[in-house]
């Protein structure tokens, strides 16, 4: 009963915000196991011009809704040099729908035409500061490294799906013009990461 | 107090479907909702936006029906703002019937998230569960992205209670 109270306690005081990347920031790549048992890192793309760093899962409304517009936004963008990268944020621990088996089973279901990636312990996420499914993180491939150009919302439209802006589509064309993003910070509304449980 | 009262008393006379959708969970744009909160006196209110979609909101809303009546005798209104889009406007109401939510439930009319989520407040990021204290004569607005248990919730309000208003 105690060690219930405890849990109950610990779950509602899991971080919620981080300091993570800001804006402009150069981001160490990372080493995660993909659905397809192999891991996957962002120096596997040498011809990448930039990445879609979409932190997203098995269970949230929101981000399943957007699932059809990321395999079309990887459709569009791998070809120009921006490859979708989705990074599971969640704990199978808190919710076995989000364990690696079920990974498995919905990139399988969709179709995914980009990696799925496991996030032990959630380093990546807390990296990024990632909050809440679906999460968008931009980066431009400079000779510094991947730098962070966007923070966000994929579209104007979490909820409804339809959008009729599509902040990620005009980041990525602001950066092909050599511009910088504008916004390059936007929100939406979206599902709570599953942190794990303190032991 | 005694709002509380006349819509429990509403909601027992009238039966369930002879309320319409909009007057079981009205709709209401962000400045109607921040008019209401400025025009609150003391009243402390307990805003918590939550979606049918998600489930830990859903898990987490009898403990705010439970603040509202442990705490019913004080000047407290929970109001559980639903963030569904507009368009599920009837799917929200059988939900709360289904449930018996018995505080107050309105729909965010708002689909413009740039605007309406940095204004309900800059600390917060998108995600739900989250949950807003607002009293407008002690001059308290607190933003919480967090899902509450009975007690931090009750602490929480306490916290405010306790505070002496701004002079």
């Not at chain 1, 300091?19 to 990372?30: M, S, T, W």
């Not at chain 1, 459709?75 to 969640?90: L, S």
């Not at chain 2, 479907?17 to 400045?31: G, H, I, K, N």
């Not at chain 2, 705010?64 to 889009?85: E, G, M, W």
Request: net charge negative; charged share 25%.
């Amino acid at each position: 009963m105690l060690m219930t109270a405890l849990a109950i306690l610990f779950m509602a005081n899991a971080p919620v915000s981080e300091e993570g990347y800001q804006i402009g920031d150069v981001v160490d790549d990372f080493r995660l196991k993909n659905v397809d048992g192999n891991p996957v890192s962002l120096a596997d793309y040498p011809d990448a011009k930039g990445f879609i760093v979409i932190f997203t899962c098995n269970t949230c409304p929101v981000a399943k809704g957007y699932e059809d517009r990321i395999i079309a936004l990887d459709r569009e963008y791998k070809p120009q040099g921006y490859p979708v990268i989705a990074i599971n944020p969640n704990d199978a621990g808190v919710d076995p729908n989000e364990s690696y088996e079920k990974m498995q089973q919905r990139a399988q279901e969709k179709g995914f035409t980009f990696p799925y990636l496991l996030d032990p312990d959630h380093v990546v996420t807390k990296r990024f500061a990632a909050t809440h499914t679906p999460h968008t993180f931009l980066l431009q491939k400079t000779a510094e490294g991947n730098v962070l150009q966007y923070i966000g919302a994929i579209d104007n439209d979490s909820r409804g799906g339809d959008p009729d802006t599509k902040f990620v589509e005009d980041a990525i064309a602001a950066l092909a013009n050599g511009k910088k993003p504008e916004p390059n910070v936007t929100k939406a509304v979206g599902c709570t990461i599953k942190w794990k449980k303190s032991a | 107090m005694s709002g509380y009262f006349i819509r429990i008393l509403a909601i027992a006379l009238l039966s369930a479907d002879r309320l319409s959708a909009q007057e079981r969970v009205p709709l209401v744009t962000l400045d109607q909702l921040e008019e209401r909160l400025a025009a609150g006196g003391d009243t402390t209110f307990v805003v918590n936006l939550w979606a049918t979609w998600c489930a830990p909101c859903v898990a987490e809303m009898p403990h705010f029906d439970q603040l509202q009546r442990a705490y019913r005798s004080k000047p407290l209104q929970v109001l559980f703002v639903s963030l569904d889009a507009e368009k599920n406007h009837g799917a929200v109401v059988k939900f709360v019937e289904k449930k018996g939510i018995k505080s107050e439930v309105l729909l965010l009319n708002e689909r413009d998230e740039q605007y309406f989520i940095p204004k309900i407040s800059m600390e917060w990021s998108g995600a739900i569960p989250a949950t807003l204290f607002v009293n407008a004569e002690k001059g308290i607005r607190v933003f919480k992205e967090q899902e509450f248990n009975y007690q931090q919730l009750e602490t929480n309000y306490l916290s405010i209670l306790q505070q002496k208003n701004v002079p």
